[in-house]
């Protein structure tokens, strides 16, 4: 194999904002738009912070993750659902992704890392790119929702590659395919 080329990311922080060409920032989010609750006399108050959409029965799965180094190697997307992730415990996390395109793979000059403080979760857009989450601290749970077609899709994995396709999944080895790898700290706070 050629030279591999590290692309080192700067952790940001994960807001609203930064979020936007990636998907929705799922918690207090001050213009998410307000649903009427008129039982409870003001105690309840509800809101859309993200629209969730699939195509398959809907899987709502705990991950618990433990810390692993700050590189990415794969990057995947899914045709037919809205992933989210959603931290329970108020554990950071860090999230790498690039925005939906229509190459086969993402824009390398896309990838951005952010890190999430504990307090939100995010629901990405279809056919946004993406590595799992990487844990901060110990023991770290998301639940995650996704598609059942998604578990399917991983379990056709390539047994030499890695790479997994079907109906909602594209997982790719950007290293063999670009010769990049993406790196980032940890344990970086956003600038």
């Known amino acids: 194999m050629a030279e591999i080329t590290t692309i080192m990311l700067r952790v940001e922080d994960a807001t609203a904002q930064a979020l ?3 998907g ?5 989010v001050p213009d998410a738009r307000a649903i009427a609750v008129d039982f409870y006399k003001g105690a309840v108050t509800m809101r859309y912070p993200a629209r969730f959409s699939c195509d398959h029965p809907v899987e709502v799965t705990l991950a ?19 992933q989210a992730f959603l931290p329970l415990g108020g554990k ?14 993402p824009d390398l ?9 504990g ?18 601290e110990e023991d770290t749970d998301l639940v995650v929702l996704l598609s059942s077609q998604t578990g399917y899709d991983l379990q056709a994995k390539d047994a030499v590659t890695e790479e997994a396709q079907g109906p909602d999944l594209d997982k790719k080895d950007i290293v ?4 990049h790898v993406f790196r980032f700290d940890l344990t970086e706070n956003a600038a």
């Open 24 to 28: 929705d920032l799922i918690g207090r």
């Open 20 to 22: 936007a060409p990636f």
């Open 119 to 136: 307090s939100a979760g995010f629901a990405m857009h279809r056919g946004t790119w993406h590595e799992f989450p990487f844990a901060v």
């Open 64 to 82: 618990s993750v433990d810390p692993r180094p700050g590189e990415v190697r794969y990057m995947e997307r899914h045709f037919q659902h809205t």
């Open 176 to 179: 063999a395919r670009t010769g």
């Open 109 to 117: 000059a896309q990838v951005r890392a952010f890190r999430f403080d």
């Open 92 to 105: 950071p996390f860090v999230a790498v992704m690039a925005p939906p395109g229509e190459g086969d793979l």
